[in-house]
């Protein structure tokens, strides 16, 4: 049996839920953060140059469509300037008319009868929902006759819409068009098998890594490479913006390109401990708790990692073990089991 003393503070997190979701419903401010900092670096939806989302304002028809050709395949083909006017009412010196003519040449868009777009006028919730349909591959065919409830009864399938509070005939605001970017990407689109887990950030080649843990940067181990982080799903270029205050969290990692996490949506249902370490066992930690010592046991014991590359947390991240040297098994930092539990 081997014993350690060991003077440093243990920061467990005991993760409750392995599903990195949010229940439908309204989302609090932290979720909308978390929403925000996911899906910055797809340069989708962006802030102002302070980084004020105004979440509050609404959306105009020439925002949105901005914003669905940045988040199409054909984001990379936007002219830089028109020398034709898209509609009467959005001249080619218009900021808009760039994206307002990849958006009508694509089909995700189309005008009024007398030939208008009116780019200043604000986006209905369903008008946004049938874009990003477009998006996803599905056609006006596929709505039937029922317009908007055919589009929206899609997207209420395929989870287009949850957590979004905006009803058929509400104005779209930028927190919902942030909400509706968010489910757009991890939608799957209309020809993706059901047995297949791509979803359309694929477009972006981006793929999910689910149920990780970020474990350190170089920063907390000198054995992680120069701007890479090590998860407990395996090591990655540090995308430019990823927060690294969600050191020590699980939930689900975007990898673009195989080899790059550039963001990262935390599991919001768990809980976070601290104890002092008392002692290090074969396979548990004994720790104080409260005058009293308590034992906390891995469910496949501590034979799973190299003694001498054992690391304790002593920054403030929810991490328990930064063993990103030796681990063998992930559930080593994943599964626990805290017995005398009060």
Known sequence: MIKKSISVILALCIVL??????????????????????ISSFNI??????????????????????????ASEHRNSVAASLSVSPFKDVPYTHWAAPYVKAALSNKYVNGYEDASFRPDQNVLFEEAITVFLKLLGYENSDFGSSWPYGPYGIAKNINLVDNMQSQIGSYLTRREAVILVYNLLNCKTKSTPVSSTEKYMSVFNCAVKEDIILVATSKEDSS?????????????????????????????????DGDELIAFMPNTEYTTKTYAVYSVLDDKVLVHDNGTIKEITFKDGLDAVSYTNLQLATTNIDLMLLTTRTVKKQSVVQELNIKNEQ
């Not at 309204?26 to 929403?35: G, P």
């Not at 102002?48 to 940045?70: C, M, Q, W």
Request: proline share 1%; glycine share 14%; hydrophobic share 35%.
């Open 45 to 70: 939806i962006n802030g102002d140059p302070d980084g004020n989302y105004r979440l509050d304002d609404l959306v105009t028809r020439a925002e949105f469509s901005k914003i669905a050709v940045a």
């Open 224 to 256: 992680v490479g120069a701007n890479k982080i090590a998860t407990s799903g395996g090591t990655y270029k540090i995308g430019k913006g990823l927060n690294l205050d969600m050191l020590g969290k699980k939930g689900d990692g975007i990898i673009k």
């Open 17 to 38: 839920s392995s599903v990195c979701v949010f229940a439908d419903g309204e989302l609090n401010e932290a979720d909308i953060e978390n929403y925000i900092s996911f």
